[in-house]
């Protein structure tokens, strides 16, 4: 079946960028995403990219895609404090009107200042 | 701005209890989602709803059913809580669209003793 992986922690020093890595099995993912999950909240979209492009560019964040080796990463440039989170990324896959995500196991993500 | 809100932030319950788990979104959206979130798991879906009345297992649905009569609220029960049903309980919505990402609600920490 479909499958998520990711690093279970980072840390990083403030201003430093960050980068955390996801894997994934399913090849017909149409969409990727990352979502942030602050303490004691629920999660909310960072950002996501379609599988036919290879990056994309939010302001500090940068999705990478490489498709080939199903892998997916994620930077931030001038990590703050406030970054601290814990980091998912999450597969779409084309398949029904149900819109299932399968998630990774989430990156808990240290910003030390 | 999409809104999902459960109806409970801090839940404690006792071994062979029911516990109803309330989810309303404000948006019309014709899919609902329940997951758990445990450390070193990420998140598993428990059940989702595509319609009115009309609900599909996930990949642990054991021990757990759900209620859509509704079109914007999507209740988790649990029949008879037991301890390993100690989690983060968080709901997501969205359209019936292939492609859609999902909105959160903030989750319910559930505790069984």
């Known amino acids: 079946g479909e499958d998520v992986e990711q690093s279970l922690f980072l840390s990083v020093r403030e201003g430093d960028s960050s980068v955390i890595n996801c894997t994934y099995t399913d090849s017909s993912s149409t969409y990727l995403y990352w979502y942030k999950q602050e303490p004691g909240a629920g999660l909310q979209l960072l950002t996501y990219?379609?599988?036919?492009?290879d990056m994309k560019q939010d302001q500090r964040l940068t999705v990478l895609l490489n498709k080939k080796d199903k892998h997916l990463s994620l930077r931030i440039a001038d990590t703050q404090t406030g970054d601290s989170a814990i980091y998912f990324c999450?597969?779409?896959?084309?398949?029904?009107?149900?819109?299932?995500?399968?998630f990774g196991t989430g990156t808990l993500l240290a910003v030390q200042p | 701005d999409v809104k999902v809100t459960q109806s409970s932030r801090y839940l404690v319950k006792r071994t062979g209890e029911k516990v109803f788990l309330e989810c309303v979104q404000d948006?019309?959206?014709?899919?609902m989602f329940w997951y758990r979130q445990d450390p070193g798991l990420g998140l598993r879906l428990i059940y989702f709803?595509?319609?009115?009345?009309?609900?599909e297992k996930g990949d642990i649905p054991e021990g757990y059913s759900v209620s859509r009569e509704k079109k914007e609220r999507f209740s988790l029960i649990l029949e008879s809580a037991s301890t390993n049903q100690t989690s983060m309980y968080l709901c997501a919505s969205n359209r019936g669209l292939n492609t859609d990402t999902q909105y959160f609600g903030p989750g319910t920490r559930l505790t069984v003793l």
């Open positions: 999450a597969e779409s896959g084309y398949g029904g009107a149900t819109n299932k995500l399968i």
């Open positions: 990219i379609f599988s036919n492009m």
């Open positions: 948006m019309d959206h014709e899919n």
């Open positions: 709803s595509y319609d009115v009345k009309m609900k």
